[in-house]
């Protein structure tokens, strides 16, 4: 956005300099109406809490009606209750337009109607505060003067003015009082564990972007620090407060790449006053009880994630059922039948045949009434067939014989019916391809090549649990199965303790009730971060949770940690069955400073991606990147990183290869230093930092990091994007570093 508070400032943007007289009147005027504002607002909390309270306590109904419609009112004044709460550092009001007209309207948190009906203050989604984002010198829609108010709690710190129409401004009598810069202010704060909101200073490419329909896929773009996850989180509030009825309905699904990543930006949509989004890590789609504990090598994971696994997937559904006893016999009206494993083998292959996870009618679960159908008609075939053996003439018609009653009355049929079509449960289907109980060349032989067999092979045997990667399989073999029908009580293991599998790579206790979590449902809107890091089978997985959705798509693909499909934004928009796509860019980095992404501008070079992929920074440090050349690796990541926590408040971490990370840890534990220092430094494996930031980062043995895998240079590149203050990186003497002579060398 061209606002005052964003530089560099746009060049026709006019601004004179009044005295501090002018600044003090100004800040005391917007300090009496944010009080106002306040006082209203802790009125109408108070008003609904008492009436919530007075809901609850209401006992004049005694029908269910009654109350029913009592839990309903009280709960709606506690949501609004809720609606009129902040904390003390959230600013309720951070912005002033001055109209043309001679209005003016205030832009903040929610919007405000006093005693007497007037607008004290404008939601930031509404149209009316659209301007506060958008209005540039060039196209002024009608702003005369924006200002932007630093403001925290009951307290208006600072302003910030930008006179959009300089001739309209003199008429009004406007003067314009320029403080620290806004934008300046709020990138230059510490970071907690948490990412805050950004309402007070969205910039104007960032407002199209939240502000933009939602009826088709958005995907949203730019490098590192551009604000691409904050802004898709701006774009959920905002969606929510146009169309409560879609989106609050039907729900909106916000995925993102890890637990890590998921707690980090949990706060933002409560501080917008939405607690209505569902937001989920990709493991946090596992069938309940199934716990993630590993990570796939990059060409394992380009396995796991392939399309091929669809069929995989299924049949190993049809290889996870028991075998059949080999004959079953029984005996109706006096007549022996007999039926062989073999024949019935035959038919459960043509019934297994047909199920898929394409529709709900044909899932496995689903088929379960059509299985039980197909054997009892088998039964009723054999039955007659030893009838007119035995010379007598068996009846046409199976109802009204009793024979269905005496099926269920016989004990051998009972056991056959439980082992032919049993109750399935993912995390068992799959262990059993994965411990290797069921043959993986057999079964997948025409479908994956030898050299993917092997690595699926290999990684499952080493595994020590279930990985990010086998979430999708599960998920698909979840899809197969389908929802256990409702009247079913049993878990499969009650059924036929044989499914059991022994020596699991993972921990598979999943009773079938609980397969179904419940984000799994129709949401309207699908966000997915990160996304270039999304495997083909995790892009059906997260689809399947929203087939008639609209989309927003966040990612970057120079941040790729992944060497296989999908490549480009069309071929995502394929695999959740979108024809196109529209793609918005973000350019500027408000994260990292301009020293630092001249070392990340040198390592994307290295891994010969285009270096302009990089966005250019918003603003210096004023301190270049240190490269630390050290034998102790360890010991100097540990001391650099303590130096850097005992500088400055704020967060610090420690980022290195998986190797690395238990000696970091228990060097930072036992080092000499104070307890708050200490715990503010965080240890943490090159690949679970992606969508994080921290104030101070200290990147350890960035050569291992590089030559992990295939795509261990942009690993190394988000590395270095974390910091939002300061880059130490670590290294061993003679280790290659990306981009060293932009670094202020330091020999340990
Ligand atoms: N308009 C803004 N005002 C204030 N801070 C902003 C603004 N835009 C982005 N930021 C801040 O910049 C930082 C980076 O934002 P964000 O994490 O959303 O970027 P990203 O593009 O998702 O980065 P990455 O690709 O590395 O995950 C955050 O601290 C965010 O709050």
């Known amino acids: 956005m061209s606002s005052a508070a964003t530089p560099p400032p746009a060049d026709d943007t006019v601004t004179t300099e009044p005295g501090a007289g002018a600044k003090r009147a100004a800040l005391e005027a917007e300090q009496d109406h944010l009080h106002r504002v306040h006082d209203r607002v802790e009125h109408l909390r108070e008003r609904a809490d008492a009436r919530a309270a007075e809901a609850a306590a209401d006992r004049s109904g005694s029908t269910f009606q009654a109350r029913f419609e009592r839990d309903v009112t009280a709960h709606h004044h506690a949501t609004r209750a809720a609606r009129y709460t902040f904390g003390d550092v959230e600013s309720l009001a951070f912005g002033r337009l001055d109209l043309r007209d001679g209005d003016d309207l205030h832009v903040g948190r929610i919007s405000v109607v006093d005693e007497s009906g007037d607008v004290l203050l404008v939601d930031w989604r509404a149209p009316a505060s659209a301007a506060f984002y958008q209005a540039t010198p060039a196209t002024p829609m009608d702003v005369v003067r924006r200002r932007t108010l630093v403001t925290r709690g009951r307290t208006v710190r600072d302003l910030d003015d930008e006179l959009l129409d300089a001739d309209a401004a003199e008429e009004l009598g406007l003067s314009s009082v320029t403080g620290q810069g806004a934008l300046l202010a709020a990138l230059s704060r510490h970071r907690t564990a948490h990412m805050r909101d950004i309402v007070a200073t969205i910039q104007a490419d960032q407002d199209r972007i939240i502000r933009s329909p939602a009826t088709g896929t958005l995907v949203v773009t730019g490098g590192p620090g551009t604000g691409k996850t904050v802004v898709a989180l701006h774009r959920v509030a905002y969606l929510l407060y146009g169309d409560r009825d879609r989106f609050e309905g039907r729900g ?30 990709l493991d946090g789609f596992a069938p309940r009880g199934v716990r993630v504990t590993g990570w796939d090598e990059p060409d394992v994971a380009a396995v796991k994630g392939d399309l091929a696994m669809i069929e995989v997937c299924r049949r190993a559904v049809a290889a996870a059922v028991p075998p059949l006893p080999p004959a079953t016999r029984f005996s109706f009206e006096g007549t022996t039948a007999r039926l062989d494993g073999r024949t019935l083998a035959g038919l459960r292959r043509r019934l297994l045949g047909r199920v898929s996870s394409d529709r709900d009618v044909t899932t496995y679960h689903a088929r379960a009434a059509a299985a039980d159908d197909a054997l009892r008609a088998a039964l009723w075939k054999a039955w007659r067939g030893a009838r007119r053996a035995a010379g007598a003439r068996p009846p046409e018609e199976r109802s009204g014989t009793g024979f269905d009653q005496a099926l269920e009355e016989a004990a051998q049929v009972t056991m056959l019916r439980r082992c032919f079509w049993p109750e399935l449960d993912p995390a068992d289907v799959l262990a059993r391809l994965a411990s290797g109980r069921v043959d993986l060349d057999r079964l997948a032989g025409d479908l994956l090549g030898a050299e993917a067999r092997g690595r699926l092979h290999d990684a499952w045997q080493q595994a020590e649990g279930w990985t990010l990667d086998d979430v999708a399989l599960l998920d698909e073999v979840r899809a197969v199965l389908g929802r256990v029908p409702e009247a079913s009580t049993e878990s499969p293991r009650d059924r036929d303790p044989g499914l059991r599998v022994t020596g699991d790579p993972g921990p598979a206790a999943v009773a079938p009730a ?59 928009a394929r695999l959740i069955g979108r024809r196109q796509v529209a793609v918005q860019s973000l350019s500027v980095n408000y994260r990292t400073p301009a020293e ?153």
């Open 514 to 572: 609980d397969v179904e979590a419940d984000d799994y449902r129709d949401f309207a809107h699908v966000v997915v971060d990160e996304a270039q890091d999304l495997t083909p089978m995790q892009w059906r997985m997260v689809a399947r949770r929203g087939p008639y959705a609209s989309w927003t798509v966040v990612g970057d693909l120079a941040q790729r940690s992944r060497v296989a499909e999908p490549r480009d934004w069309d071929a995502v």
């Open 596 to 748: 630092i992404v001249e070392v990340a501008r040198a390592v994307l070079e290295a891994a010969d991606h285009d270096p302009d992929a990089v966005p250019r920074a918003v603003r210096e440090s004023g301190h270049r990147p240190t490269l630390h050349r050290t034998d102790d690796l360890v010991g100097v990541a540990v001391g650099t990183a303590l130096d850097a926590a005992a500088r400055a408040d704020g967060t610090v971490v420690l980022i290195g290869p998986p190797e690395l990370l238990p000696e970091l840890t228990s060097t930072l534990e036992g080092a000499e230093a104070e307890d708050e220092r200490r715990e503010r430094v965080r240890v943490l494996d090159a690949r679970t930092v992606k969508g994080l930031e921290f104030d101070d980062v200290v990147v350890v043995a960035p050569d291992r990091i590089a030559e992990a895998s295939a795509v261990g240079l942009h690993q190394l590149y988000v590395a270095v994007t974390r910091a939002t203050r300061s880059l130490a990186v670590v290294a061993a003497p003679d280790a290659p570093v990306p981009g060293e002579e932009r670094y202020a060398s330091v020999r340990a």
């Open 252 to 281: 909106i699904l916000v995925v993102g790449p890890s637990q890590a990543f998921t707690e980090y930006t949990a706060r933002v949509l409560p501080s917008l006053g939405e607690d209505r989004a569902v937001q989920r890590a």
